[in-house]
């Protein structure tokens, strides 16, 4: 049984900083891609970042130069920090990761940006 457990989220102020962290925990063998999406209300959910098990990554051009996606393998953790947020940054943010064939999605964590 897979579980990833998001934390990190929270209340910040407009140009402040967060990180998310995605716990993998479970039947972590072969974890490959680990990523983030994130959605507001009545919106699509949007990719924003992911990360390879090589370190390769893709960060959406909407965060580009502001948030950076990162992992542990050793402790089968993803990270995602954000830096200079913004109102537009509110959302729900949602940890993934493909194990083979499967993905998995964590519970979400609230990011709410104020002006």
């Known amino acids: 049984q897979v579980q990833l457990v998001e934390s990190g989220g929270g209340l910040v102020q407009a140009g402040g900083s967060l990180r998310l962290s995605c716990a993998v925990s479970g039947s972590t063998v072969s974890i490959n891609q680990m990523g983030w999406y994130r959605q507001a209300p009545g919106q699509q959910r949007e990719l924003v970042a992911f990360i390879s098990r090589s370190g390769s990554t893709y960060i959406a051009d909407s965060v580009a130069g502001r948030f950076t996606v990162s992992r542990d393998n050793a402790k089968n953790t993803a990270y995602l920090q954000m830096n200079t947020l913004n109102f537009e940054d509110t959302r729900v943010y949602y940890c993934?990761?493909?194990?083979?064939?499967?993905?998995?999605w964590g519970q979400g964590t609230q990011v709410t940006v104020s002006s």
């Open positions: 993934y990761v493909w194990i083979g064939s499967s993905k998995y």
